[in-house]
């Protein structure tokens, strides 16, 4: 059942392996957070591929969302560096100190779906105000011609 206000606070590393970068190829859905010259940038990847080594992979568990994963990570980024970060670099033992919420599965999925239906329609408004743009140059460069 969705229940938004529903979940439980949790270490990352009670619900996703979290290790440096190694020389390998990572699955797709492995999440990937900015250790080295760190303002606590997150990526997600779509394919299987190699990540630089500034990057700790977060492999999630079984119950949880790869996408709501990056959620939950992006919205307690700022909090956790405030807390545990040292100059540029965030030390990747200190992830044992960075809680995030985690909901019910059917909760985390309409979250992912939610988000992805807001980000595209983003996009789309977007392309709409970039194709206004190219309109308006092509006008103002053919006013007086």
Known sequence: MINLSSYRRVRLTDVAAV???????YAKGTVFIQVSA????????????????????VIPHEEVNPYYLKISIDNAMTEFREKNQTGLNIQVDSFNELYIHIHNKE????IVNAIDTVNKMIEHEEKQV??????????????FV
């Open 19 to 25: 290790e440096r970068v190694k020389n390998k190829v």
């Open 38 to 57: 760190s303002k606590g940038q997150t990526i997600i990847i779509d394919k299987d591929m190699q990540v630089s080594t500034k990057y700790v992979s």
């Open 107 to 110: 909760t985390q999925e309409y």
């Open 130 to 143: 970039e194709n206004f743009a190219e309109h308006k140059r092509y006008y103002v460069r053919n006013m």
